[in-house]
């Protein structure tokens, strides 16, 4: 009986260690932009696009994700690589231009966190 138990328990050990998501990563990569303006406050409806190089960034071509600032000024993107992204943010007549418009590289499997200011 007892042996039984082993074999039964090192395979249940086998198949979690050998268990991959699809994307090879259990926990999705997520980036949350907070929008603001000059004075601080959250901008709500800012659009905003994430690129993965500066020479798209600067064309304005081949956007990652775009997506729209809710309420509390926020949008989160997910799964993304754990890379540095160009941020671009804008809202009528003002925009993130030299406003931080890059990240660090994100930490893989988590939610990372930064804000930009539109003027």
């Given amino acids: 009986m007892k042996y ?3 074999v039964l328990s090192a395979i249940l050990l086998a198949g979690l260690f050998s268990f991959k998501s699809t994307n090879n990563q259990l926990l999705p990569t ?3 932009i907070t929008v ?17 190089n500066e020479k798209d960034y600067r064309a ?4 990652v994700a775009t ?3 809710d309420s509390k000024g926020r949008v989160t ?10 941020i671009y943010a804008t809202k009528d007549d003002m925009n993130n231009d ?3 418009v890059v990240t660090a590289p994100l930490d893989e499997g988590k ?6 200011v539109i003027e």
């Fill in 30 to 32: 997520k980036l949350r």
């Fill in 67 to 69: 997506a729209l600032s």
């Fill in 4 to 6: 039984i138990l082993f």
């Fill in 98 to 100: 030299g406003e931080g």
């Fill in 60 to 63: 304005g071509e081949n956007a």
């Fill in 111 to 116: 939610l990372n966190k930064v804000n930009t």
């Fill in 77 to 86: 993107f997910k799964e993304l690589k754990p890379i540095a992204y160009y």
């Fill in 36 to 52: 603001i303006d000059g004075l601080g406050n959250q901008t709500e409806g800012a659009k905003v696009s994430i690129f993965e």
